[in-house]
């Protein structure tokens, strides 16, 4: 089993920057993939940006050139550093895992993550 816990939420302006992390626990030498996923209110969970254990990365468009997501293998944590944030950004954030290896092609989309966090809020204001 695999625990994920995120932190670092929080209310900013437009333009501003914040950090997510992503605390993973249990049998984490197993992971191939981790990610992060937003879900607004009555929305479908998305992908917003992962990493393989190769360090190989994916982003959805929408935060492509904004947001930068990166590991540290050794302490099992997982970034999200988001820059240039809008109003639109605005979202619960959840980090998800999955030990099974996954095509690039799913590597945003939720359905192939079994394990996931209880999310942190992001609101940005403009």
């Known amino acids: 089993q695999v625990r994920l816990t995120e932190s670092g939420g929080g209310s900013v302006q437009d333009g501003e920057s914040l950090r997510l992390s992503c605390t993973a626990s249990?049998?984490?030498?197993?992971?191939?993939?981790m990610g992060w996923f937003r879900q607004t209110l009555g929305n479908e969970r998305e992908g917003v940006a992962a990493?393989?254990?190769?360090?190989?990365?994916k982003y959805a468009n929408s935060v492509s050139g904004r947001f930068i997501i990166s590991q540290d293998s050794e302490k099992k944590i997982l970034y999200l550093q988001m820059n240039s944030l809008k109003p639109e950004d605005s979202a619960a954030y959840y980090c998800?895992?999955?030990?099974?290896?996954?095509?690039?092609?799913?590597?945003?989309?939720?359905?192939?993550?079994?394990?996931w966090g209880q999310g942190t809020n992001v609101t940005v204001s403009s």
């Open positions: 998800g895992a999955v030990s099974r290896k996954r095509g690039y092609s799913a590597y945003l989309l939720p359905w192939a993550f079994p394990y």
């Open positions: 249990g049998n984490t030498d197993s992971l191939s993939i």
């Open positions: 990493v393989d254990s190769d360090g190989r990365t």
